[in-house]
C-alpha cells in the first residue's frame, strides 16, 4: 500500500541582495489549504534573518514525532475502551553532532501527560503498553533514526 504526502514551501526574496547571505529565512509551508510560516532556527540563523514566531524544521520534526504517537495513542486506547479527556505533551529535541561531525537531532522525548475518566481504568501497565505500541506503530518515529524516548504521566478526571 502506497500512501503520498505532499507540502509546498514557498520562499520569496523581496528586496534583498541575497549574495551577502543577509536574506530572510522566512518562508511558507502550505498543507491542504493551510499556510504555516517557517523560518530557519534563530539558532542556526540569526536574527533578524530568521523569524523566531514562525515553524523551524526542527521543532516540526519534534511536533510531528509527538503528533504520530499520540494518534497511535488515542486510537489504541479507545479499541482498549480507556476514556481519554486531554492528551498534552511537552516533546522535546536535542541537535547533536553525528559521527561525521554533522548535527542532526538525535533525541527526542514525548513527555505525554494523559487525563482518563470513565469506569474502566488504565494501570500502569496497560499505560506502558498503549505507549509501547504507539511508538512501535508511529510512522514517523520508524522514519526517523533518532532516539525517541517516551516518559509519559497520566491522571484521572
Known amino acids: 500500500m502506497t500512501h503520498e504526502y505532499n507540502a509546498?514551501?514557498?520562499?520569496?526574496?523581496g528586496d534583498a541582495a541575497f549574495?551577502?547571505?543577509?536574506y530572510s529565512?522566512?518562508?511558507?509551508?502550505?498543507?491542504?489549504?493551510?499556510e504555516v510560516p517557517g523560518s530557519s532556527a534563530p539558532s542556526s540563523v540569526r536574527l533578524p534573518y530568521s523569524?523566531?514566531?514562525?515553524v523551524d524544521p526542527e521543532e516540526?520534526?519534534?511536533?510531528a514525532?509527538?503528533?504520530?504517537?499520540?494518534?497511535?495513542f488515542l486510537s489504541f486506547a479507545a479499541k482498549d475502551g480507556f476514556v481519554v479527556d486531554r492528551y498534552e505533551d511537552a516533546a522535546h529535541?536535542?541537535?547533536?553532532?553525528?559521527?561525521?561531525?554533522?548535527?542532526?537531532?538525535?533525541?527526542?522525548?514525548?513527555?505525554?501527560?494523559?487525563?482518563?475518566?470513565?469506569?474502566?481504568?488504565?494501570?500502569?501497565?496497560?499505560?506502558?503498553?498503549?505507549h509501547h505500541r504507539s511508538h512501535e506503530e508511529c510512522f514517523i518515529a520508524n522514519s526517523v533514526k533518532s532516539e525517541i524516548v517516551v516518559n509519559p504521566t497520566f491522571s484521572f478526571a
Open 65 to 72: 514525532v509527538s503528533s504520530c504517537h499520540m494518534l497511535f
Open 19 to 22: 549574495t551577502d547571505n543577509r
Open 93 to 130: 529535541g536535542i541537535m547533536t553532532k553525528n559521527e561525521n561531525g554533522k548535527l542532526y537531532v538525535s533525541t527526542i522525548t514525548l513527555n505525554p501527560a494523559v487525563t482518563f475518566s470513565g469506569a474502566k481504568r488504565p494501570t500502569q501497565a496497560d499505560i506502558d503498553t498503549l
Open 51 to 54: 523569524v523566531a514566531e514562525a
Open 60 to 63: 516540526a520534526l519534534v511536533a
Open 8 to 13: 509546498t514551501i514557498v520562499w520569496t526574496r
Open 25 to 34: 529565512r522566512g518562508h511558507a509551508w502550505k498543507f491542504d489549504g493551510l
